[in-house]
C-alpha cells in the first residue's frame, strides 16, 4: 500500500495550492479519503474526507469555503484544492485511506503560509 502526497510548499497569505495523493495497493474507490494536517506543537486534526462511492464530503469548521476535496477514481487519486490561504493553515498535511480497521498513511507534505 502507499500514499504519496504532493503539492505542497511556500505560498503567501490569501494564495492557493492543491494537495494530491495517488494510491496504490488497495481498492480505492472502497475507502474513506482524508486529509489531516499536524501543526508544530499541536495535534493531527481532521480537514477534510470525500466518501468512496457516494463522494460525501466533510470540512473542519476552519476551512468551511476556502478548502474543497475531491476525488478521481480513475486515477486513485484524492486531491484538497485549498484557496484563501492563511498563516494558521500551515502545517504537514497527511493524505489518509480509512475502510473499517484499514487506515493508511502518506508520508505527509508541507505547506507554509507566510510572507
Known amino acids: 500500500v502507499q500514499l504519496v502526497e504532493s503539492g505542497g510548499g511556500l505560498v503567501q497569505p490569501g494564495g492557493s495550492l492543491r494537495l494530491s495523493c495517488t494510491a496504490s495497493g488497495f481498492t480505492f474507490n472502497t475507502f474513506a479519503m482524508n486529509w489531516y494536517r499536524q501543526a508544530p506543537g499541536k495535534e493531527r486534526e481532521l480537514v477534510a474526507t470525500i466518501t468512496g462511492v457516494d463522494g460525501n464530503t466533510y470540512y473542519l469548521d476552519s476551512v468551511k469555503g476556502r478548502f474543497t476535496i475531491s476525488r478521481d477514481n480513475r486515477k486513485n487519486t484524492v486531491y484538497l484544492q485549498m484557496n484563501s490561504l492563511k498563516p494558521e493553515d500551515t502545517a504537514v498535511y497527511y493524505c489518509?485511506?480509512?475502510?473499517?480497521?484499514?487506515?493508511?498513511w502518506g508520508q505527509g507534505t508541507q505547506v507554509t503560509v507566510s510572507s
Open positions: 489518509n485511506a480509512l475502510r473499517s480497521f484499514r487506515n493508511y
